[in-house]
């Protein structure tokens, strides 16, 4: 079965910083896809970015990038120049290829301080 | 793109009465449809997956009568709490995936379920 560990339940950051927010997975699938998504105090849950585990390049979307450590099952996600607007919780999720299930993590509650 | 609506946003009812939410893919065919809840400070639990014209596969421990789930069409997906009762209350979310991306799953805004 498919496990999502987000092992950092709050974070905090100062305006323009970096933070980087932790996930580990546990997959025994080859073909799977993982995911970060952003949801801030309106509850709309937004897709932040996305990973093909067959891709060796990390995920990159403006400021926000992974760091896709197959081996380690590791996806981090980094946010740059963090933003006001970045407060939010995240979820790290992954997807088995040929499944139709997400499978969340527990969220980490991200706070950016002006 | 990948646009994702649910109403009512928000919506409150009597105890023993019924609730239809509806979830609609706005500008893609949603050949599947997920409806979760989420509990404050929690993350989402998978309730059940819809395809359209197909019958609802529901998460165990789900009740199938309690929720009932329809799909009838590519681009909507109702979820009727019947019979609620407060401990119903909660914040339904559904999710669509498209013909197109097949891994990704687009969120709508959610609905807060209020049983009193």
């Given at each position: 079965?498919q496990t999502?560990t987000?092992?950092?339940p709050e974070?905090?950051?100062q305006e323009?910083?970096?933070?980087?927010?932790s996930c580990t997975?546990d997959t025994s699938?080859?073909?799977?896809?993982?995911?970060?998504?952003?949801q801030p105090?309106?509850?709309?849950m937004?897709?932040v970015?996305?990973q093909?585990?067959y891709?060796?390049q990390n995920?990159?979307?403006n400021r926000?990038?992974?760091?896709?450590?197959?081996a380690?099952?590791s996806f981090?996600?980094?946010i740059?120049?963090s933003?006001l607007?970045?407060a939010?919780?995240?979820f790290?999720?992954s997807?088995?290829?040929?499944s139709?299930?997400l499978?969340f993590?527990?969220g980490t509650k991200?706070?950016?301080?002006p | 793109?990948?646009?994702?609506?649910?109403?009512?946003s928000w919506?409150?009812c009597?105890s023993?009465?019924?609730?239809?939410i509806e979830?609609?893919?706005?500008?893609?065919?949603?050949?599947?449809?997920?409806?979760?809840?989420?509990?404050?400070?929690q993350s989402?639990?998978?309730m059940?997956?819809?395809?359209?014209g197909?019958k609802?596969t529901?998460?165990q421990?789900?009740?199938?009568?309690?929720?009932?789930?329809?799909?009838?069409?590519?681009t909507l997906?109702?979820l009727t709490?019947?019979?609620?009762?407060?401990?119903d209350?909660?914040?339904?979310i559904?999710?669509?995936r498209?013909?197109?991306d097949?891994e990704?799953?687009?969120?709508?805004?959610?609905t807060?379920l209020l049983?009193?």
């Amino acid at each position: 079965a498919q496990t999502v560990t987000q092992s950092q339940p709050e974070m905090s950051v100062q305006e323009a910083e970096t933070v980087t927010l932790s996930c580990t997975y546990d997959t025994s699938e080859s073909d799977y896809y993982l995911f970060w998504y952003k949801q801030p105090p309106s509850r709309q849950m937004i897709l932040v970015i996305r990973q093909e585990a067959y891709k060796q390049q990390n995920a990159t979307e403006n400021r926000f990038s992974v760091n896709f450590q197959k081996a380690a099952k590791s996806f981090s996600l980094k946010i740059s120049d963090s933003q006001l607007g970045d407060a939010a919780m995240y979820f790290c999720a992954s997807k088995q290829g040929g499944s139709e299930k997400l499978v969340f993590g527990k969220g980490t509650k991200l706070t950016v301080n002006p | 793109g990948a646009v994702v609506s649910q109403h009512p946003s928000w919506v409150i009812c009597k105890s023993g009465t019924s609730v239809k939410i509806e979830c609609r893919s706005l500008d893609f065919q949603a050949t599947t449809m997920f409806w979760y809840r989420q509990f404050p400070k929690q993350s989402l639990m998978l309730m059940a997956t819809s395809n359209e014209g197909s019958k609802a596969t529901y998460e165990q421990g789900v009740e199938k009568d309690k929720f009932l789930i329809n799909h009838a069409s590519l681009t909507l997906s109702t979820l009727t709490v019947t019979s609620a009762h407060p401990e119903d209350s909660s914040f339904y979310i559904c999710s669509a995936r498209g013909t197109g991306d097949q891994e990704t799953q687009y969120f709508g805004p959610g609905t807060r379920l209020l049983v009193l």
